[in-house]
């Protein structure tokens, strides 16, 4: 198991935890509601059976009938609500792993190209050191070769001198 595996398996427990423990909150506030909603019957019937003996119609059955389908209705929603939960946090547990693979492969796509991008501009640093050793060791030579020529002597230099000479005055002059 990587680290990502055991993330998402902490996570997981620990929505499973959060959901269990917001059953048990709901189960309880329903409990309670049931309790409620018992007492005020049975406050209410002893209200209608008093009225009773003033002459009133006996309806305190009426709240029987009122209380179980109240009840009824109660649980019932209490387990679509909790049934739902459920069913979101699957999905979104769910869709939090395909994010973490998406992220996963495009963090692993993103490390490849940087990898190839360094090696592309080691490559070219490379060549353009081996470009900038050649010049210098051009111009080194063409250094040792004028530094020789001067050397072995100065009618050289001056034969050069001569021919660029001859050269502009060969040239015709701008008026």
Known sequence: MNSSDVQEQNASQGVERSINMAEIALRGSSTLIDIQLATLRNVAQVQARSAALFG??????????TDKLVKTQLSAATDQLLSS??????????????????FQRGTTQLA??????????????????QEFTDIAERQAKEVEGGME?????????????SEETKKAAAQPRKS
């Not at 009133?56 to 009938?65: G, I, R, V």
């Open 149 to 161: 020529g001067a050397k072995g002597g100065n009618g050289d230099m001056r034969g050069r001198e």
């Open 56 to 65: 009133l119609p006996d309806c305190s059955e009426l709240f029987n009938a």
């Open 112 to 129: 490849e190209e940087v990898r190839k991008g360094v090696e592309e501009v080691g490559q070219r640093t490379r060549q353009s050191m």
């Open 85 to 102: 939960t459920r069913q979101i946090s699957q999905a979104l547990s769910e869709t939090q792993r395909q994010l973490g693979r998406v």
